[in-house]
C-alpha cells in the first residue's frame, strides 16, 4: 500500500482528466426534469466496491486533533518557573515541619491549576460537541440508485450529485454541470463565486480547476454530476489542514513575559537569600535559626499568589469579553487580545458581510434610486413604473431562493441573484404573484460566454421575455429604452457613459431588459429571439463594508495598533475596501501574492523588507497568509488575525492571537482559533483588545503589589541583620504577615475595571518585560518606605528600651499596616488614590478591612497570639503606626504624580 497521501488525488485526477462521454446542457432551453431514485447517465459504484475502497483509503475526513483529557490539562497548568519555586518552598518547609505554610502553598497551587484547567477543558469540550453535532451528507450514485450517505463515507470513485446550496463534500471531477457556480471563498478568499464547467475535448478545453469542484465549498448555482478523486487529507482542504498539525510556533504574550518574569524572580530571590544567610553565617547565627530564617524569606519574598490572582484576573476578563459578544476558548488569549500591536484581517465575512448589495439603480432616462437601507429607502423615487418593470427583469430570470427564517429572509442560491430578489422583496417587486402572473416556458441559463441569462413567460397569448447580463451584450439586443415618458429611441453612449460611472465607483454593474416575441409553434426560444428588446436600467451592486468596521478601525489607530488585510481577492477590490475602511496607506503599500512569493523566494530577509512597510495584501494564498504573520513576528509585533475561512486557519493558529468570526466562519477556523466573535463584528475586537489591556493591568497592579511588600521584607533583613540588629521578624510572623495581607487582596485587585483610558494609550513594546522601569521605580519606592521605615522604627525601639518581643510585635503590626496601605496604591499604576471610583472595588476594601481585623484578632487572641508573639497595643502606639504607616500612601502619590508630570523636549 502505497504512503503518499496524494496517490489517490493523482490516479483519480488521471482517470477523470479523459471522461467516458462528457455531457453538456443544452445552449438553449434548461428543460427541468423531475428526479427518479434510480440514477440514469451511470451506475457509480457498487456498494462491495465502495467497501473495498474504504478500507483502503479510510473516511473521507481530516484527522481531528484529540481533545486532551482533564488529567493532562491539569498538569499542564503547572509548567511555569514560579510554579517550581512554589514546589520546592512547599517541600521544605514540609520537611521543616512547618506544614501549615507548606499546606497553604499546596492550597494555592491547587487553586490555580483547577481553575485554568476547568476554563481550558471547557472549552475544549465545547468545541468537541459543536464537531460531533455536525455530520455533512452527500446525494451519490451507487447500485445504479441514488442514495444519500454519511459524506465521511465517500471514497474515490464515487459518482456525487451536487445541486445549489449544497457543500461540496470531497474533491470531484465533473462530468456534467448546468449553469453551475461555486462560492470558494473558504479556500481562496475571493468573494466572487467561480464558473465551473467539465472539460470538452470538443471545444477550447477548461482550466483544470473550472473543471473541479473542492472539498468544503458551497455551490451557489446550478447543479452538477462529478467524480470523487481526493478524499480527507488528499483533498486541497486537507493540504490546507496539514498546515495546522504542528505546535503552534508562537507563544501568548503573558506567557512570554511571564516566563522571562518568573526566572528573574527565582534569581532575585535566591540572590537575596544567600547574601543574607552569608551575612548571618559571619555574625555567629544558628544553622538552624539560619535556615529558618531563609525559608521564612523565601516564601515571603516568592508572589505565590500571583498564579492563582493571574488565573482570577484572566477568568473575569473572559466573562466580560463575553458580554461583548468576544468568546476566549485560551485563558492567555485575554491579554494576548491586549498586547497586540498589529492586525492582520480577512476582508471577505470580516471586514465585508460576504453578501452582495444591489447598492443603486439607474433607469435608462438617466434618473438613480440609492438603495443603501436594509431594507433600502423608496423615498423620492424617480419613476415606480420604470423601477417596477426593472424588478420584473430582476426576478423572473432569477434562480435563487428567499426563505423566511425566524422573521429574516434568508437567501439561497447564487449571490447575484439573492441580492436582486432582497433588493425586489423590500422594494415591494418580489412575490409569488408574479410568477403565477407570468409561468415560465423555457430559459436560458446564464454562461460566461453568453454573458447573460434570460427566461421566457407566457401572459395574455404573447412571449414576454426578460434578460438580465453584461450592459454591452444586452444594448446589442436592444432596439428601445424604457423612461417616465414611455418607450423611446435607445442612446447607447448615454447608457453605456451611465454603466461606465457605476463601474468607477467600484460597483459590479447588471443590466436588465424585457421584450415581446411571437409564439413557436417548436416552443424552442434561444439567443434568436433575443432582439428588438426594450432596456430598462442597470443595477449596481457590492459586497458593502460592514457599518461598524470605519470606527473600529479608527479606534485601533487611536490605541496605536496598526491594521492591514490579508485577503485572496484582486487588488482593486481590496484596496476599495480598505480605503472605504478608513485604513490608512499608499499605493506602493499594496502588494500582491506574486510579490510575497518573489519575496519568499529571496529569503527571510527579503520577505520581512516588504512585510514592514506593505498594509494591503491581495491575491494572496493560505500558505502566504502564514508567511506574512510570522513576518510579522520576526519584525517584533504581538499580532492578531481575524478571519472567517479554512484559508485563515493557519494563519490564526500560528498567531499570537487568532479570532475567528463565529457566525459565518468555518468551524476550521473556529477550531485553530483563540477568540471567537459570536456577533462577526469586528468591533467587538476593540472591546476584547480594551479588556485585554485592563487584564493586563490588573496583572500588572498585582505584581506591584505582591513584590513590593515582599522586597520590602527582603530589604528588612538585609538591612538588620548585617548591621547585628536581631531577627527583625520571627519565621512564624514572616509567615502570618504573607497569609493576611496577601489572602484576598491580590485576587480582589484583579477585578479592578481599569482606569478608563486603555484604548487612548499605545500598546506596550513587545520587547518590553511585565516588570520594566515603571513598576520598577514604584517598588524602590515603597522598598525606601516600607524596608527603610521599617529598619529605622525596629533600630528606634530596641534604642527606647523595648524588649525584642514588645519591638517585634509594633513592627508586625506597622507592616501589616504598610501591606494593606500598598493595596490602595496598587489600584492604579498612574491614578491617584483619591480620584473618583474609591468605592468601586467593594471586595477589595473588604479584604482590607478583613485582614487587619484578622490581626487584630490574634493579638487577643490566647493561643495564637503565644505562637506569633504578639499582643495588643496602646492607643498612643496605634497613633504612630498609622502615621508612619501612612507614609507609604503620600510617598507613592508623589510617585504617581511624578510619572504623570508632562515630558518636555
Known amino acids: 500500500m502505497s504512503n503518499d497521501p496524494c496517490a489517490p488525488r493523482r490516479r483519480w485526477a488521471a482517470r477523470a482528466a479523459s471522461p467516458r462521454s462528457p455531457t453538456r446542457a443544452r445552449a438553449g432551453v434548461d428543460a427541468e426534469r423531475p428526479a427518479h431514485h434510480r440514477a440514469a447517465g451511470g451506475a457509480g459504484l457498487t456498494t462491495a466496491e465502495a467497501r473495498r475502497r474504504f478500507a483502503h483509503y479510510g473516511p473521507n475526513a481530516l484527522p481531528g486533533v484529540p481533545t486532551p483529557s482533564l488529567m493532562r490539562v491539569f498538569l499542564r497548568q503547572f509548567r511555569s518557573p514560579l510554579i517550581y519555586i512554589l514546589l520546592a518552598a512547599a517541600l521544605t518547609a514540609a520537611a521543616l515541619g512547618d506544614l501549615s505554610d507548606a499546606g497553604f502553598i499546596a492550597v494555592v497551587l491547587l487553586a490555580n491549576g483547577l481553575i485554568g484547567s476547568l476554563q481550558e477543558h471547557s472549552a475544549n469540550q465545547a468545541s468537541a460537541a459543536l464537531r460531533r453535532l455536525e455530520e455533512p451528507r452527500a446525494v451519490v450514485i451507487r447500485d445504479d440508485l441514488r442514495q444519500e450517505i454519511a459524506a465521511r463515507d465517500l471514497v474515490p470513485g464515487d459518482v456525487v450529485l451536487v445541486e445549489a446550496g449544497s457543500r461540496v463534500p470531497a474533491d470531484l471531477s465533473l462530468t456534467r454541470a448546468t449553469d453551475l457556480q461555486c462560492d470558494e471563498s473558504l479556500l481562496t478568499g475571493e468573494s466572487l463565486p467561480v464558473r465551473k464547467r467539465p472539460p470538452d475535448l470538443r471545444a477550447e478545453p477548461a482550466r483544470e480547476d473550472a473543471a473541479r469542484l473542492f472539498a468544503g465549498t458551497l455551490v451557489t ?67 538552624g535559626q539560619l535556615f529558618m530564617m531563609a525559608v521564612g524569606l523565601a516564601v515571603s519574598a516568592i508572589p505565590e499568589g500571583l498564579p492563582v490572582a493571574i488565573s482570577v484576573t484572566l ?73 417596477e418593470a426593472l424588478l420584473e427583469a430582476a426576478v423572473l430570470p432569477n434562480e435563487a431562493r428567499l426563505v423566511a427564517v425566524h422573521g429574516k429572509w434568508q437567501g439561497s442560491g447564487d449571490g447575484v441573484d439573492v441580492a436582486l430578489l432582497r433588493l425586489a422583496r423590500a422594494l415591494g417587486g418580489a412575490d409569488d404573484s408574479l410568477s403565477q402572473a407570468y409561468p415560465r416556458v423555457a430559459r436560458v441559463p446564464y454562461e460566461p460566454e453568453r454573458a447573460y441569462a434570460a427566461s421566457f413567460h407566457e401572459r395574455h397569448g404573447g412571449i414576454h ?56 409553434s417548436d416552443g424552442r426560444y434561444d439567443d434568436a429571439s433575443l432582439s428588438g428588446l426594450t432596456f430598462l436600467g442597470f443595477a449596481g451592486m457590492k459586497d458593502p463594508l460592514r457599518v461598524e468596521v470605519p470606527a473600529a478601525i479608527r479606534q485601533c489607530y487611536q490605541a496605536g495598533i496598526e491594521v492591514c488585510v490579508l485577503t485572496g481577492d484582486d487588488p482593486v477590490t481590496a484596496t476599495a475596501i480598505a480605503r472605504q475602511a478608513g485604513m490608512v496607506f499608499t499605493p506602493q503599500q499594496v502588494v500582491t501574492g506574486d510579490l510575497v512569493r518573489q519575496a519568499e523566494a529571496g529569503g527571510l530577509d527579503e520577505l520581512d523588507r516588504l512585510v514592514r512597510v506593505a498594509r494591503v495584501y491581495a491575491r494572496v494564498k493560505p500558505a502566504q497568509k502564514l508567511a506574512i504573520v510570522l513576518a510579522l513576528g520576526r519584525l517584533g509585533h504581538f499580532v492578531a488575525v481575524t478571519g472567517d475561512g479554512v484559508n485563515d486557519a493557519p494563519a490564526l493558529k500560528h498567531a499570537h492571537v487568532g479570532v475567528a468570526m463565529g457566525g459565518k466562519g468555518t468551524e476550521l477556523a473556529k477550531e485553530n482559533a483563540d477568540i471567537i466573535l459570536t456577533d462577526d463584528n469586528f468591533a467587538s475586537i476593540v472591546r476584547g483588545i480594551q479588556e485585554g489591556r485592563i487584564a493586563y493591568g490588573n496583572i500588572r497592579k498585582v505584581v506591584i503589589m505582591l513584590v513590593s511588600t515582599g522586597a520590602a521584607e527582603v530589604a528588612l533583613f538585609l538591612l538588620a541583620i548585617p548591621l547585628g540588629l536581631p531577627m527583625p521578624l520571627l519565621p512564624t510572623q514572616l509567615l502570618w504577615l504573607n497569609l493576611v495581607t496577601n489572602g484576598i487582596q491580590d ?42 521605615g521599617g529598619f529605622v522604627t525596629f533600630h528606634w ?46 471586595l477589595l476594601l473588604t479584604g482590607i478591612a478583613a485582614a487587619q481585623g484578622l490581626h487584630i484578632a490574634a493579638m487577643y487572641m490566647p493561643g495564637l497570639s503565644g505562637i506569633l508573639q504578639v499582643g495588643p497595643v496602646s492607643w498612643a502606639e496605634w497613633m504612630v503606626l498609622l502615621a508612619l504607616a501612612s507614609v507609604a500612601v503620600w510617598a507613592a502619590e508623589l510617585e504617581k504624580w511624578w510619572a504623570r508630570r508632562p515630558r518636555t523636549g
Open 797 to 842: 525601639l530596641l534604642a527606647q528600651g523595648y524588649t525584642e518581643q514588645h519591638a517585634r510585635n509594633l513592627l508586625l503590626l506597622l507592616f501589616v499596616l504598610f501591606e494593606n496601605f500598598q493595596v490602595l496604591n496598587s489600584r492604579s499604576e498612574r491614578g491617584s488614590l483619591f480620584r473618583p471610583g474609591f468605592w468601586s472595588n467593594p
Open 747 to 788: 485576587v480582589a485587585l484583579a477585578a479592578e475595571r481599569g482606569d478608563g483610558d486603555e484604548l487612548s494609550r499605545p500598546p506596550r513594546k513587545p520587547a518590553e518585560p511585565i516588570f520594566d522601569r515603571a513598576l520598577m521605580r514604584k517598588v524602590w519606592c515603597a522598598v525606601a518606605v516600607m524596608g527603610g
Open 221 to 287: 448555482r446550478g447543479r452538477a454530476r462529478g467524480t470523487v478523486i481526493a478524499t480527507g487529507v488528499a483533498t486541497e482542504l486537507g493540504a490546507i489542514a496539514d498546515q495546522l498539525r504542528g505546535k503552534t510556533v508562537t507563544q501568548p504574550p503573558l506567557v512570554i513575559r511571564m516566563e522571562r518574569f518568573s526566572g528573574r524572580i527565582a534569581l532575585a530571590v535566591v540572590g537575596a537569600v544567600a547574601l543574607l544567610a552569608l551575612a548571618g553565617a559571619l555574625r555567629g547565627m544558628a544553622p
Open 465 to 520: 421575455v426578460f434578460v438580465k447580463g453584461a450592459a454591452e451584450t444586452l444594448l446589442g439586443m436592444c432596439s428601445h429604452s424604457l423612461g417616465r415618458q414611455g418607450v423611446g429611441a435607445l442612446d447607447r453612449d448615454a447608457l453605456l457613459r451611465m454603466k461606465n460611472e457605476l463601474a468607477a465607483q467600484g460597483l459590479r454593474v447588471l443590466a436588465f431588459a424585457r421584450g415581446t416575441i411571437a409564439r413557436r
Open 315 to 387: 477568568a473575569i476578563g473572559m466573562r466580560r469579553m463575553a458580554r461583548a459578544h468576544v468568546i476566549v476558548r485560551r485563558m492567555p488569549a485575554v491579554e494576548a487580545l491586549g498586547s497586540c500591536t498589529v492586525i492582520a484581517t480577512d476582508k471577505t465575512g470580516t471586514l465585508t458581510r460576504n453578501e452582495l448589495v444591489v447598492t443603486t439603480l439607474a433607469l435608462a432616462d438617466g434618473a438613480t434610486l440609492a438603495c443603501d437601507g436594509d431594507p433600502p429607502s423608496a423615498a423620492a423615487q424617480p419613476d415606480r413604473a420604470s423601477i
